[in-house]
């Protein structure tokens, strides 16, 4: 509950012990040194949501935004499993990022300016294109989000949902009363208690929160209004450019597999490919992972350990019943469009 | 009570022979200057280090620093204000001051009503009547020993289970309890309310001038004239004849059901009153405590003592226990008053938006943690100090009247 508060303290704790800023070392890159002395990558998620990063019955976590962790981790380390997992909830997630908690944040955070120019901190790409959407209760006979004037919304403090929605409602000339709670399970109760008429986050969240209602999400609607751009990502300390790169091309190589039909069960055949874009992507040629300061075939690890960007989505998200959509390769008619890697 | 009150301390104090200041060690005044020099200098030096060390780290990591963002524009919306807000024009510094003012509703209602449920709890564990006792002390030690945080979620949960508006509870006219809170109706503000307002402070005044001055006939007469009937007058009848000679407008505002909600009247949201239900029956257990170990301090033979003068049980605890019961209940309460002030922070667990609420929605938006959190620490730090000044202030009232 108050670990905003704490991690507050952390970071000026930490802001006012170190004499200076870490100084540039061996690899170039603090973070990377970090990380493998530790031997273990440190990966924000949240507090639990299905399809991002839950834990499930044996307790690993699963998701989306786990595996992009465990994509990097296999990128630094050669092994997927070398990772802890740290959950957040939306109001203690950057400071835990700047006072150095965690080495790299996917927590389904949304990339905006403001973000960027006062966080210290900096977007490496964009893991899932999202919206915020509305759910509410089929009973209410709610058809569009037009019709919610004078409506009770539960929504997370902190969050760019909140400001999206006070923006939305101000330009249909709509009023709501917000709910504010930080706890997802507990903001989650009250809307079921009604409490709320309404309950907003980005709609891959509504979706995953309707499939964890089991036999009884027929009770709850997605209203049709999708009201913002969302685009998820994974967040990284500003100021060390080699770990920075180090993750966007993780998310590039896992996009790229995908494009050029390279999976967890093929890959080691594909080894043997006489694509030049494969065997680059591979490290079968060149030496780009090297110059990039990581193993020459750090694609190989990420897609035997996780997959290409297609299994990730199949094995996390799919289940919950959420369309590939503009989340599919800008070949098919989506908005990943991975750089050539050369 | 008698005469001539001879005090040492009232003694004017015979002044040591004046001796120039050496600058010798061997001078207890000069090396008393020169420590508090060191140390002054030190604490100085210490947080002029903290103070260019977090800004030169802030800079380096790229951190926005410094308390422009008080005057942005905010965007976050708040679900109940004291003072108009609106997110499309409203700024940061507005938001962090509905948090100051929404913190300090919970604190001043939460104290006072905890204060009075306290007192009536502690003074009932020393009932004679068997039942009122037992039943105290079960209230006092289940109370106490549960953690005040899930309290506040059972009776957040407990709230939530009220019906919906359409189903509402409907106990008066204009009334209503939902689980969007309590709706009660409103009187309209006019400008004669401001007229029979000030003729109750008048009223107020001529109470206090009458009850001294009745205390001032019981003392030359013995018989203490009634007080009652004046100060009904002042309170009650002076400031409705204002309002009625005023044209007497009475205009209520009664809360209807439209679409989603209630609108018009007044809202007593759930989130506030769980955390202020929480918090009163938590703290009360404790004040109780407090209560009943300050009239036992009160030795016995007062009670006899006024039992021999033909005193009724209740004007004794009224006369003679509790003044004197007072001065043992005062400091211990004043750290209950702070406690529940501080335990007010919880509310981000309920959803309730005081000042920890919206400073650390605030420093995630702006992302300025270092300043977010000092703003807490400041409005802690001052309704704290402002609390125990007044405590303090009273406490030493009190403690005059022992001789």
Same mark, same amino acid.
């Given at each position: ?342 | ?189 006019? $400008? ?22 009745? $205390? ?50 007044? $809202? ?136």
């Amino acid at each position: 509950m108050k670990r905003h508060i704490l991690s507050g303290a952390m970071l000026l704790g930490a802001t006012l012990a170190f004499a200076a800023p870490a100084a540039a070392q061996g690899s170039g890159s603090a973070t990377i040194d970090t990380i493998k002395s530790r031997g273990m990558l440190v990966c924000g998620v949240s507090t639990g949501v299905a399809g991002f990063s839950l834990a499930d019955s044996k307790g690993v976590v699963q998701g989306i935004d786990a595996d992009t962790c465990r994509a990097v981790a296999a990128a630094v380390l050669g092994d997927v499993s070398k990772i802890r997992f740290v959950p957040l909830n939306t109001t203690n997630r950057f400071t835990a990022l700047q006072a150095g908690e965690i080495d790299l944040l996917v927590r389904s955070t949304t990339w905006t300016l403001g973000r960027e120019a006062n966080l210290g901190l900096l977007f490496a790409g964009i893991n899932f294109y999202d919206g915020t959407g509305f759910m509410v209760k089929s009973a209410s006979g709610v058809k569009s989000v037009k019709e919610l004037d004078g409506a009770t919304v539960c929504v997370q403090p902190g969050t760019s949902t909140e400001l999206a929605i006070a923006d939305y409602f101000r330009l249909n000339k709509l009023k709501f009363t917000p709910v504010l709670i930080q706890d997802q399970n507990e903001i989650q109760n009250t809307y079921l208690a009604g409490r709320c008429d309404s309950y907003s986050t980005d709609a891959s969240g509504l979706a995953a929160f309707r499939f964890q209602q089991g036999p009884k999400a027929e009770e709850q609607v997605l209203l049709p209004e999708i009201i913002s751009k969302e685009p998820l990502g994974m967040m990284v300390r500003k100021g060390d450019d080699k770990f920075f790169d180090v993750v966007r091309w993780t998310l590039f190589a896992m996009l790229q597999a995908e494009e050029s039909g390279v999976t967890s069960k093929n890959v080691d055949e594909m080894l043997k490919s006489t694509n030049p874009d494969i065997r680059r992507l591979l490290g079968a040629e060149g030496d780009l992972g090297k110059a990039m300061g990581v193993d020459n075939k750090f694609a190989v690890s990420i897609i035997k350990g996780v997959g290409n960007y297609a299994e990730m989505w199949d094995r996390t998200v799919a289940p919950l019943g959420i369309p590939r959509g503009i989340n599919n390769l800008w070949n098919k008619g989506g908005l990943h469009y991975p750089p050539p890697i050369r | 009570m008698s005469g001539a009150v001879i005090d040492p301390r009232q003694a004017p104090i015979r002044a040591a022979p004046k001796k120039a200041l050496s600058l010798s060690w061997s001078d207890p005044r000069f090396r008393n200057i020169v420590w508090q020099v060191v140390v002054l200098g030190t604490v100085a030096l210490i947080v002029w280090y903290l103070v260019q060390n977090t800004t030169r780290n802030l800079a380096a990591r790229r951190i926005a620093t410094g308390f422009a963002f008080l005057g942005r524009t905010a965007g976050i919306p708040i679900g109940e204000a004291l003072i108009d807000y609106d997110p499309s024009i409203s700024t940061y510094g507005r938001a962090l001051l509905i948090g100051l003012l929404n913190t300090l509703k919970v604190a001043v209602v939460g104290v006072v009503l905890a204060t009075i449920l306290g007192t009536l709890l502690g003074i009932a564990r020393l009932s004679k009547n068997w039942l009122i006792a037992r039943l105290s002390a079960i209230y006092v030690e289940v109370i106490r020993d549960l953690p005040v945080l899930l309290q506040l979620l059972f009776w957040y949960t407990a709230l939530q289970g009220l019906p919906t508006p359409k189903n509402s509870f409907h106990p008066l006219p204009g009334v209503f309890l939902s689980n969007r809170g309590i709706k009660i109706p409103v009187v309209e503000w006019e $400008t004669p309310f401001w007229w029979a307002l000030a003729a109750f402070v008048v009223g107020v005044i001529g109470t206090v001038a009458w009850s001294r001055s009745a $205390t001032r006939q019981q003392e030359a007469t013995g018989v203490r004239p009634k007080v009652w009937p004046v100060a009904l007058g002042f309170l009650v009848g002076f400031p409705v004849l204002i309002w009625g000679a005023l044209g007497a407008p009475f205009a209520v505002e009664m809360p209807v059901l439209r679409g989603f909600n209630f609108t018009g009247g007044a $809202t007593v949201s759930p989130e506030y009153s769980a955390l202020t239900l929480g918090l009163v029956i938590y703290t009360s257990s404790y004040i109780a405590e407090i209560v009943r170990s300050g009239i036992l301090a009160v030795p016995t033979g007062q009670w006899e003592a006024a039992g021999a003068l033909g005193m009724r049980s209740g004007t004794v605890l009224r006369k003679i226990v509790l003044p004197q019961a007072l001065r043992v209940i005062i400091p211990p309460m004043t750290s209950q008053y702070l406690n529940l002030t501080k335990n007010s922070s919880l509310a981000v667990a309920i959803g309730y938006q005081d000042i920890v609420s919206i400073a650390s929605t605030t420093l995630n938006q702006t992302g300025q943690a270092i300043e977010g959190i000092a703003a807490i620490m400041l409005v802690y730090l001052i309704i704290s100090l402002s609390i125990s000044l007044l405590m303090n202030w009273y406490n030493a009232r009190i403690a005059l009247v022992e001789r």
